[in-house]
């Protein structure tokens, strides 16, 4: 799982990089990247956004 909180570009792989919850599209070494946090059922959750764009199509639904 990668840190929300940490650069996405900071040492990880692209295998180990999140995904756009909208658009599928891997999240590595994008400046306008975006997150969304919030807590279900006792547990941090986390949607992973390429841009601002992509942040406001989201439909609020995330993959398990």
């Given at each position: ?27 590595l ?17 986390t ?15 995330v993959e398990?």
């Amino acid at each position: 799982m990668v840190d929300p909180t940490s650069d996405v570009a900071e040492d990880i792989s692209e295998e180990e990089a999140p995904d756009c919850a909208t658009c599928g599209a891997t999240v590595l070494d994008t400046p306008r990247h975006r997150v969304v946090t919030w807590v279900e059922d006792g547990e941090v959750r986390t949607a992973h956004f390429c841009d601002d764009d992509c942040r406001m199509e989201w439909d609020g639904s995330v993959e398990s």
